[in-house]
Structure formats: C-alpha cells, structure tokens
C-alpha cells in the first residue's frame, strides 16, 4: 500500500557531499514525521535525522552542523543534505516515515529499502 524509495547513495571521499531522497507513494492521507537511519556494518541501526509535518528536526549529535534534513509535504518528499562527510558516516541509509493511510486511524511506521553511502578516507 506505501512504497517509500530512496536515492542518491555512493560513494565520495571525505569532506565530500551527497544528497538524499525519499519519496513516498501509495494510499497516503499523511505523513506525520519522516527521517533517516542508518545502519553501519556490525551495529544498530541508528537515528540519523528527523522532522515532523511541521518542520520541527532533530539530529543525532554526530551529525549536527553537516547534515540537514527537509521534506516536501506536497510531493511526500524527504531529503538529507550531507556535507564535510567522514569515514564514520559510511552506512546504509533508510528512509523513515509515520503515515496515516486512507481511510484508516492508525498510524503505522514504513521503510525504505535502504541507499549505500560510502566515504572513503
């Protein structure tokens, strides 16, 4: 009923960028928070970052200042913008979102397939 798909994973050397994206599509009446996680080989999968419907983030303390997150409600987007990227952040990153479908009253998480982000020292 809800697909979430990223994109924009590779591999970058470090100090590098990259962009991520998420888009959601299916039987969505909304989305209440959307974020991204990440799971590094051989570790729990960990929050990244997230922001609700309306535009409220919160990072993990590894990330702040060099991540940012944002979303598109109308297109029921989300996006993580990577920069000055480190060896440590080499992962897979999923996309996360809460949603309420059509013609139900329960929200239920959702994700995606996961993206390969790789730096390299």
């Known amino acids: 009923q809800v697909q979430l798909v990223e994109s924009g994973g590779g591999l970058v050397q470090a100090g590098g960028s990259l962009r991520l994206s998420c888009a959601a599509s299916g039987s969505i009446s909304t989305i209440n928070a959307m974020g991204w996680y990440r799971q590094a080989p051989g570790k729990q999968r960990e929050l990244v970052a997230s922001i609700t419907i309306g535009g409220t983030t919160n990072y993990a303390d590894s990330v702040k200042g060099r991540f940012t997150i944002s979303r598109d409600n109308a297109k029921n987007e989300v996006f993580l913008q990577m920069n000055s990227l480190k060896p440590e952040d080499t992962a897979v990153y999923y996309c996360?979102?809460?949603?309420?479908?059509?013609?139900?009253?329960?929200?239920?998480?959702?994700w995606g397939q996961g993206t390969q982000v790789t730096v390299s020292s």
């Open positions: 996360n979102a809460l949603i309420l479908l059509l013609y139900s009253s329960t929200v239920r998480r959702y």
